[in-house]
Nanobody, 119 residues
Framework: QVQLVESGGGLVQAGGSLRLSCVAS????????MAWYRQAPRKQRELVAV???????NYADSVNGRFTISRDNAKNTVYLQMNSLKPEDTAVYYC?????????????WGQGTQVTVSS
C-alpha cells in the first residue's frame, strides 16, 4: 500500500510564496514521474508541473517562471516552490506520483492541499 501526504498549503497575499511538499510512503521500490495538479472551484483539474525520474521538468504556461518543481528521490518526496503568487493560483493542489513496487507500476494521488492567494 502506498500513501501520498501533502503539506505546505495555506493563505498568502499576492506576490508571496509557498512551498508544497508531497511524501510517498509504503512498499516503494522507486518513484517515477511526479507531478502537481490543481483544481480551482468550478474548473477542471489541470497539470501544473511535472518532473521525470531523471529530473526533466515541464510547466504549465500559466506558472512557468514562477513555480519550480523538484524532487528528493532518497526521501520519495516532490516539492513545488511557488513564487510571485497571484489570486488566480488559488486552488486545491494535488500531487500525483507513479510508484514502482513489487506489484509493478501504479499511479497515486494525494489528498490535496488548499492554496489561497488574496489580492
Amino acid at each position: 500500500q502506498v500513501q501520498l501526504v501533502e503539506s505546505g498549503g495555506g493563505l498568502v497575499q499576492a506576490g508571496g510564496s509557498l512551498r508544497l511538499s508531497c511524501v510517498a510512503s509504503g512498499s516503494i521500490f522507486a518513484t517515477e514521474r511526479m507531478a502537481w495538479y490543481r483544481q480551482a472551484p468550478r474548473k477542471q483539474r489541470e497539470l501544473v508541473a511535472v518532473i521525470t525520474s531523471g529530473g526533466v521538468t515541464n510547466y504549465a504556461d500559466s506558472v512557468n517562471g514562477r513555480f519550480t518543481i523538484s524532487r528528493d528521490n532518497a526521501k520519495n518526496t516532490v516539492y513545488l516552490q511557488m513564487n510571485s503568487l497571484k489570486p488566480e493560483d488559488t486552488a486545491v493542489y494535488y500531487c500525483n506520483v507513479d510508484v514502482r513496487g513489487y506489484w509493478g507500476l501504479s499511479n497515486y494521488w494525494g489528498q490535496g492541499t488548499q492554496v489561497t492567494v488574496s489580492s
